[in-house]
């Protein structure tokens, strides 16, 4: 009666059930477990593909870090390098202007010294010019005795004299 109103055999039905039951306790032993582990491989994987990408990207970040630090060390080098320049090029400036002052002097000091030894020799040739006009004068006043109007006459041609020797 059972059979007939639903249309379904008790026994197929046990032997449809004890074939699944057969079949999911195969499969699971044969495929459960290695499909498992393949997928737990698999996991695996991305899970150091994963570990890889957060190592990656610290030595990366460790490697800018660095980047940045030498770049700045390259630059202070740099600033530095330019400065010691700018201090040496002073430096040397100003041993060239001194330099060109101490030659500067004594150019000074020897065109001084000329000019001293110049004025010295002409201040002695008038001297000794003097001194032969002031014997030649002598003579001549020895010789005669001389008057108030001969000796400024005397002296108006010596004065002219000086002016024509000039």
């Known amino acids: 009666m059972f059979e007939s109103f639903i249309g379904v055999n008790f026994w197929t039905a046990l032997f449809v059930l004890l074939n699944t039951l057969a079949l999911f ?3 699971k032993h044969y495929l459960y477990g290695p499909i498992m582990e393949m997928i737990e491989a698999r996991q695996k994987e991305i899970d150091d593909m994963y570990a890889e990408a957060d190592s990656a990207r610290t030595e990366a970040h460790a490697m800018e870090d660095e980047y940045k630090q030498k ?3 390259a ?3 740099g600033e530095r390098i330019v400065k010691d320049a700018t201090v040496r090029a002073h430096e040397r400036e100003e041993e060239i202007l001194r ?3 101490a030659e500067a002097d004594a150019i000074r000091d020897k065109a001084s010294a000329d000019i001293a ?3 010295k020799k002409a201040i002695n040739e008038a001297k000794d010019e003097i001194s032969v006009i002031a014997v030649a004068i002598a003579q001549k006043v020895v010789g005669r005795e001389i ?4 000796h400024a006459a005397l002296v108006d ?3 002219d004299g000086l002016g024509d020797e000039a």
Do not use: Q
């Not at 008057?147 to 001969?150: I, L, M, R, T």
């Open 25 to 27: 306790f195969v499969m």
């Open 71 to 73: 770049l700045s060390v």
């Open 75 to 77: 630059v202070e080098t």
């Open 117 to 119: 030894r110049e004025k």
């Open 157 to 159: 041609s010596f004065i």
């Open 147 to 150: 008057k108030e109007s001969d």
């Open 99 to 101: 330099h060109a002052n």
